[in-house]
């Protein structure tokens, strides 16, 4: 069974510090289909970054996405207080969608 | 500007069936899209349910896949989910979504989200 896990499961910063999220998969993927998405609470997910490292359209730039084969990171530089969310991976092969449990990013 | 509009009873019985539609507006049910339902259980993380084409084409998540079924309606432009056998734990908030296979098939537009609870 594929399993994307992200890690850490909460993180706290301040704004103005970067963040580093991890999503780590079970076997190495073809890094065009790996998507990440910020969630605020009471709101549908947001798409962020697709085909790991190309931020959607209207996504600041201080959100950047890397990597490669089973390890993917999604950095936010500077962050603001509107970037406060949970964030998750997700991965898409044949026929099938897979997300991350999620990583929380909380205020300090 | 594209839109999607969940709707359906936001209580459901235990082994009852939960059915849901998703309106599209701005945008043809029948163009080259893929459209997706996603659930959130409560203070847990996104499932993805399965996918449907606007031929009728659909594919489901296995972990569901015996009590899923997706429909499309061309005529009134919106797609469909029936989930049976219900229990607690398909007690979530459901999401339509639309595929963007230009982008590496990620999700793109999302409605905003229908709250079902499985309850007697």
């Known amino acids: 069974e594929f399993v994307l896990t992200q890690s850490p499961g909460a993180l706290s910063l301040s704004p103005g510090e970067g963040a580093t999220l991890s999503c780590r998969a079970s076997?190495?993927?073809?890094?065009?289909?790996l998507a990440w998405y910020q969630q605020k609470p009471g709101q549908a997910p947001r798409l962020l970054i697709y085909?790991?490292?190309s931020r959607a359209t209207g996504i600041p730039d201080r959100f950047s996405g890397s990597g490669s084969g089973t390890d993917f990171t999604l950095t936010i530089s500077r962050l603001e207080p509107e970037d406060f969310a949970v964030y998750y991976c997700?991965?898409?092969?044949?026929?099938?969608?897979?997300f991350g449990q999620g990583t929380k990013l909380e205020i300090k | 500007q594209v839109q999607l509009q969940e709707s359906g009873p936001g209580l459901v019985k235990p082994s009852g069936t939960l059915s849901l539609n998703c309106a599209v507006s701005?945008?043809?049910?029948?163009?080259?899209?893929?459209w997706s339902w996603v659930r959130q259980p409560p203070g847990k993380g996104l499932e993805w349910i399965g996918e449907?084409?606007?031929?009728?084409?659909?594919n489901y998540n296995p972990s569901l896949k015996s009590r899923v079924t997706m429909t499309v309606d061309k005529s009134r432009n919106q797609f469909s989910l029936s989930l049976s056998s219900v229990t607690a734990a398909d007690t979530a908030v459901y999401y339509c979504?639309?595929?963007?296979?230009?982008?590496?098939?990620?999700?793109?537009?999302w409605g905003q989200g229908t709250m079902v609870t499985v309850s007697s």
């Open positions: 979504v639309r595929e963007a296979s230009w982008l590496f098939n990620v999700f793109d537009i």
């Open positions: 701005g945008v043809s049910i029948s163009n080259t899209n893929w």
């Open positions: 449907i084409y606007h031929s009728g084409s659909a």
């Open positions: 076997q190495s993927v073809s890094s065009s289909f």
């Open positions: 085909d790991a490292s």
């Open positions: 997700q991965h898409y092969d044949n026929s099938l969608y897979t």
